[in-house]
């Protein structure tokens, strides 16, 4: 017997499908529509068994209440209203439409030429074939949990990793579980993290998202993620089990290990692409609201993102609906922050950038996403894309100058002391301002986009042949070195040096004040083939090889990541978050010196010496009794082909300087007879050294 569905009126808010009172509540916002109808699904998704009108009683949302409907029902919307896209409006009725708020989605989307909203390559002809029967449905989720409260984020370790890669190779873990948020929380994965000393993951995105055209054109797919059509619904690709329990349960897991879950999250455009793209949520229910249009033309979308569209973040509904997500996110999943991807973007009002703008003044002001983790890609493509250093207070940045400068110290580029300094101290020149501290500088050699560590000292060219681009994408310079010989090499000289090489990468790394941040395999000589744009290649190419750490090398470099770890947490110098200055006379004072080769602060002769490659950082704690009883750490920085002869800095009989660590070999942890102040030392070719001064008790020096 064929069921009868009744729709009375609901509630506006909250937007989204919810189990309320026996029944489930919709709302839906479109400010342009002219009738808005929920469509109601059978089991399968393949038979609309209810097509049911909601109201608009003033204001911008459609809504109703569906009496006697439960978690698990499959729904989709269909919007009426204009077809002009001159105008920037794109309704068409025969499209069945994703809601925004949908906290899962049915299976996954194949793209479809039936998806198009127009008939003709002109677009002034709407297409009247109806989607309904083979499109991804909605589905209405039982009432949200709230989840315990996320574990702080303190500016240690980010390590940054793919869901699907992570665990797809790794021995331990069921078969049917690998490349899923089940398979990431297994105590297997967990544990692997635990003993390297990880206590926060930055998952790339895990939204739902899409596969381009393109792309399975060639026979690939988006490994990245950086492709939604949705923000509250994980990814089915990485579930066992649809729906969100399976990423709050992983969630749980790392909690109860310590471990905080960091989300890089795209909410600067949608999967829609440009006019050319599919009607699937937002275009069709309201596209002059959601997108930036261009205002000589609204057929067409302003694009800083470089992906077809750009989110309209001025418009109120569209960063409600960004507001809510992040919410969502914290409140109901457990997640302890966010990266965003072109964070520039989603700043921008009508004349660009605005620190000060409405996206970036909310988050500050929520009481909830005030106390997460807030990580700003700071660029997008669009005019005046280039923003790092200019986030407010409260935000940190992906600091790609700190990248560069590192790189190119230890390929050993001329005049790099300066800028090496300014990243050795957090890059305070670009975070200071408004008392930033020095968190605010997300610090890393590699990450998902470009080189690995070790292609980066394997390759001095990119090697993209499989994405099928005939090698013409992906960044063109690296600022990397192969050693002599391109690719894979088993010359001891070559992998010596190259293993040196990256240890010297880590230290520096790990010796920089900021927040450090690793890319998943890096620890042990993860490698893409000399692939630096990897985005498609969802297969071995990115899978992280765990066979790795069965050699010598990856076990080795492993354990010295480890240890970096290790020195990091145990010297507070190591991780200071104000920035080093001299803030006045007492127990607040700190200091950073830069000190040559004689042991003596660096003049302005030796900053401008193009062919200085070498340096001490010598970091000072608050005073003491006087500067020999304060906490002290020196890091000494030699990117030259020869042996430096470093002067130790201090008086003879104050004390002396222990060394912790030399990059130089793979005995990096030897012990070494303790130095005295004056006492030269003799610093290898391309090395970091790491020592501690271990002062006289004060009694002695009466």
């Known amino acids: 017997m064929k069921r009868s569905y009744a729709v009375t009126r609901g509630e506006r808010y909250p937007l989204g499908a919810h189990c309320v009172d026996g029944g489930v509540n919709f709302a839906l916002f479109s400010a342009n529509a002219e009738r808005v109808e929920v469509c ?26 569906v009496p006697g409907l439960s978690a698990g029902t499959l729904y989709g919307y269909r919007v009426h209203g204009p077809w002009n896209p001159a105008e920037g409006h794109r309704f068409n009725p025969f499209k069945l439409l994703l809601d925004p708020y949908a906290r899962q989605l049915s299976g996954d989307y194949q793209v479809r030429p039936l998806d198009l909203a127009y008939a003709d390559e002109a677009q002034r002809v709407i297409d009247s074939r109806d989607n309904g029967a083979g499109m991804v449905k909605c589905v209405v989720t039982a009432p949200g949990l709230t989840a315990p409260p996320p574990v702080r984020h303190r500016g240690t370790l980010i390590y940054e990793l793919n869901v699907r890669g992570f665990t797809m190779r790794m021995d331990g873990i069921d078969p049917q579980q690998r490349g899923t948020f089940a398979g990431l929380s297994q105590p297997k994965a967990i544990e692997y993290l635990k003993s390297l000393g990880i206590r926060c993951v930055e998952l790339m995105p895990v939204h739902y998202f899409l596969d381009e055209q393109h792309l399975l054109d060639l026979g690939l797919k988006n490994y990245w993620g950086y492709n939604s059509i949705n923000f509250f619904a994980p990814a089915n690709r990485y579930s066992v089990n649809a729906g969100p329990g399976e990423f709050r349960d992983m969630v749980a897991r790392f909690r109860d290990a310590g471990i905080a879950v960091l989300l890089d999250v795209v909410y600067n455009h949608t999967a829609e692409g440009d006019h050319r793209g599919p009607s ?38 569209v960063l ?39 996206f970036l003044s ?4 929520d009481p909830i996403l005030a106390t997460t983790r807030l990580i700003a890609e700071p660029w997008d493509v669009g005019p005046g894309g280039y923003q790092l250093g200019r986030f407010p207070i409260g935000w940190s940045e992906w600091n790609d100058h700190y990248r560069d400068t590192v ?8 005049g790099q002391l300066p800028a090496l300094a300014s990243c050795l101290h957090g890059s305070s020149e670009r975070f200071e301002h408004n008392r930033r501290t020095s968190r605010a500088s997300i610090n890393f050699i590699a990450s998902h986009d470009g080189f690995t560590l070790h292609d980066l000292v394997s390759y001095c060219e990119r090697h993209n042949e499989a994405n099928g681009e005939g090698n013409r994408d992906g960044h063109h310079s690296n600022l990397s070195t192969n050693h002599g010989i391109e690719g894979p090499s088993m010359d001891p000289a070559v992998t010596v040096a190259r293993d040196r090489h990256k240890r010297n990468l880590l230290a520096t790394l790990m010796l920089s004040q900021g927040v450090p941040m690793l890319l998943a395999g890096d620890e042990f000589g993860r490698t893409q083939m000399g692939n630096n744009n990897a985005y498609c290649q969802d297969n071995e190419i990115n899978w992280i090889d765990w066979s790795l750490l069965d050699s010598r090398a990856g076990a080795g470099l492993k354990a010295f990541f480890r240890y970096l770890v290790e020195l990091r947490d145990t010297w507070p110098l190591l991780h200071w978050h104000l920035f080093f200055h001299d803030h ?29 490659s070498g340096f001490a950082m010598h970091l000072l704690g608050p005073a003491a009794i006087d500067d020999d009883q304060r906490e002290q750490m020196l890091a000494l920085f030699n990117a030259d082909a020869r042996a430096l002869n470093f002067v130790m800095p201090g008086r003879e009989r104050k004390g002396r300087w222990q060394r912790l660590l030399c990059t130089d070999s793979e005995d990096y942890a030897s012990d070494v007879p303790d130095l005295r102040g004056g006492v030269g030392y003799r610093a290898s070719p391309q090395s970091v050294a790491l020592f501690r001064f271990i002062s006289m008790e004060y009694q002695h020096e009466q």
Not at 42 to 62: H, K, N, Q
Not at 362 to 365: A, E, G, H, M, R
Not at 408 to 413: A, H, K, L, Y
Request: aromatic share 12%.
């Open 40 to 65: 109601l699904y059978d089991p399968s998704g393949s038979t609309e068994v209810a097509r049911l009108p909601l109201i608009c009683e003033g204001g911008e949302v459609w809504s109703g209440f």
């Open 280 to 317: 699937l949520s937002f275009r069709g229910i309201d596209n002059a609201a959601y997108y930036r249009l261009d205002p000589q033309d609204k057929s067409r979308y302003i694009n800083d993102t470089g992906c077809g569209n750009t989110l309209n973040m001025s418009h109120h509904r």
């Open 320 to 358: 409600q609906m960004v507001m809510d997500s992040l919410r969502y996110w914290v409140t109901e999943m457990g997640v302890s922050g966010f990266r965003f991807d072109l964070a520039t973007t989603l700043a921008r009002e009508l004349h660009g950038f605005e620190p000060n703008g409405r």
């Open 362 to 365: 909310c988050v500050q002001q």
């Open 407 to 414: 790189r190119r110290f230890w390929r050993g580029d001329a």
């Open 584 to 612: 006045g006379d007492g127990e607040y004072s700190t200091r950073c010196l830069w000190l040559n080769a004689s042991g003596r602060q660096m003049s302005a002769a030796d900053w401008q010496n193009p062919g200085l």
